[in-house]
């Protein structure tokens, strides 16, 4: 069974101070590791794919990496509109995805 | 433009009531999935459909039920047999294996029993 944990919970920063949110995954041959943004009373939305070990994305100030067990989403000099809620999912044999419960980000001014 | 909508943003539910919520996709996506989340648990999901007029149960498929008659669409019906259906509900759809990518999400509808 494909597992996901994300870790923190929650997070808060300052503005401009750079952090990491983290993925551990157990899957049966990845195919996909996926990094969305959810906003408050909205669907989550697409921010990278990652499919294989040393892969790197990113996007503005958002930077995400991959190891065989675990994906990172880096952050740097993250801003007030970075904040929401962070969601990993992997993808293995039955390829259905399966979610973490996600790292809740607050970036204060 | 291309992407998922779900109807209606929020539903209400009386007690012993069967209420369906609406996916709709215009992305050409063979796969297509319903999620429920709650607080603190994650996405869960409750069923999906990898083609037309095929579904399977999810992880928490009990007191639900699906169809899948056009690949466009996949509604999912909550029925009285679900004894705690208050949740946000996600739809999402994705190209189907073995050509597997990332899933995109509606909006979501809140459903709530009154």
């Known amino acids: 069974e494909d597992q996901v944990t994300q870790s923190p919970e929650a997070l808060r920063l300052q503005e401009g101070e750079s952090s990491s949110l983290n993925c551990s995954y157990t899957?049966?041959?990845?195919?996909?590791l996926f990094w969305y943004r959810q906003d408050p009373g909205k669907g989550p939305e697409f921010l990278f794919t990652?499919?294989?070990a040393g892969e790197e994305k990113e996007k503005e100030r958002l930077k995400a990496t991959l190891t065989k067990k675990e994906s990172f989403l880096h952050i740097t000099a993250p801003k007030p509109e970075d904040s929401a809620t962070y969601l990993c999912?992997?993808?293995?044999?039955?390829?259905?995805?399966?979610f973490g419960r996600g790292t809740s980000l607050i970036v204060h001014p | 433009d291309g992407g998922i909508t779900q109807s209606p943003k929020y539903l209400f539910r009386k007690e012993g009531q069967n209420v369906t919520l609406s996916c709709e996709q215009n992305?050409?996506?063979?796969?297509m999935y319903w999620y429920r989340q709650d607080p603190g648990q994650g996405l869960r999901l409750i069923y999906y459909s990898q083609i037309v007029n095929d579904f399977q149960k999810g992880d928490i498929a009990e007191g639900y039920s699906v169809s899948r008659e056009k690949k466009e669409s996949f509604p999912l019906t909550v029925t009285s047999a679900q004894k705690n259906p208050t949740a946000f509900y996600l739809c999402?759809?994705?190209?189907?294996?073995?050509?597997?990518?990332?899933?995109?999400f509606g909006q979501g509808t809140r459903l709530t029993v009154v």
């Open positions: 999402a759809s994705s190209t189907g294996s073995p050509g597997s990518t990332e899933a995109f």
């Open positions: 899957v049966s041959g990845l195919r996909g």
């Open positions: 992305l050409n996506h063979d796969a």
């Open positions: 990652l499919y294989s």
């Open positions: 999912a992997v993808r293995g044999g039955s390829y259905i995805p399966t």
